[in-house]
T-cell receptor, first 114, second 115 residues
Framework: DSGVTQTPKHLITATGQRVTLRCSPR?????VYWYQQSLDQGLQFLIQ???????AKGNILERFSAQQFPDLHSELNLSSLELGDSALYFC?????????????FGQGTRLTVV | AQSVAQPEDQVNVAEGNPLTVKCTYS??????LFWYVQYPNRGLQFLLK??????LVKGSYGFEAEFNKSQTSFHLKKPSALVSDSALYFC?????????????FGSGTRLSIRP
């Protein structure tokens, strides 16, 4: 158990809908990272938050947004969903904003858009 | 552009034989290098990292990796493969002095160990 909790584990929704994925980082970790893993594109970095503030942004679509709350949990919001958004979404956490240590990954949320 | 490459989509090894999973990177400066493993329906698990110092890094489950600055490589190795090593392996790079601190992952290599 990595200590990172992601909910829900599975999510099935229709095109055009909006969903929220939740991540609770390890106790004490200030950084949260979101990744998308799809079969044809590997693991893609979406966005990072550090202590409530956005720190880095990767290949995140404008239809997607995220935030980190004062209690350090994070939510990834996906809207106007398309079939191509079906993927495994991972959250990871680490103690610091600068990566000099490993990140700890949750077990992911599998999103299926039908 | 900063990138990480895992040139092999799949590596097949017989149990008991040595294994190597290749990783090369293209970055400026001195990155931090990582290997992660992903078992089916699980999140990524950290195996080992190179920050500085000895080029040979030892990690979990008997894995090790060798940092080669001149070849910009960080290959994962194990002297004797186990069937239980079969999984998806990711090489990753982070840039500690970049304004965009993030981890970039390679495309992954599926390691298959046959009995």
């Amino acid at each position: 158990d990595s200590g990172v909790t992601q909910t829900p584990k599975h999510l099935i929704t229709a095109t055009g809908q909006r969903v929220t994925l939740r991540c609770s980082p390890r106790s004490g970790d200030l950084s949260v990272y979101w990744y998308q893993q799809s079969l044809d594109q590997g693991l893609q970095f979406l966005i990072q938050y550090y202590n409530g503030e956005e720190r880095a942004k990767g290949n995140i679509l404008e239809r997607f947004s995220a935030q980190q709350f004062p209690d350090l949990h994070s939510e990834l919001n996906l809207s106007s969903l398309e079939l191509g958004d079906s993927a495994l979404y991972f959250c990871a956490s680490s103690p610091l904003g600068q990566i000099n240590t490993e990140a700890f990954f949750g077990q992911g949320t599998r999103l299926t858009v039908v | 552009a900063q990138s990480v490459a895992q040139p092999e989509d799949q590596v097949n090894v017989a149990e008991g034989n040595p294994l190597t999973v290749k990783c090369t990177y293209s970055v400026s400066g001195n990155p931090y290098l990582f290997w992660y493993v992903q078992y089916p329906n699980r999140g990524l698990q950290f195996l080992l990292k190179y920050i500085t110092g000895d080029n040979l890094v030892k990690g979990s489950y008997g894995f090790e990796a060798e940092f080669n600055k001149s070849q910009t490589s960080f290959h994962l190795k194990k002297p004797s493969a186990l069937v239980s090593d079969s999984a998806l392996y990711f090489c990753a790079v982070s840039f500690p002095y970049s304004s965009a601190s993030k981890i970039i992952f390679g495309s992954g290599t599926r390691l298959s160990i046959r009995p």
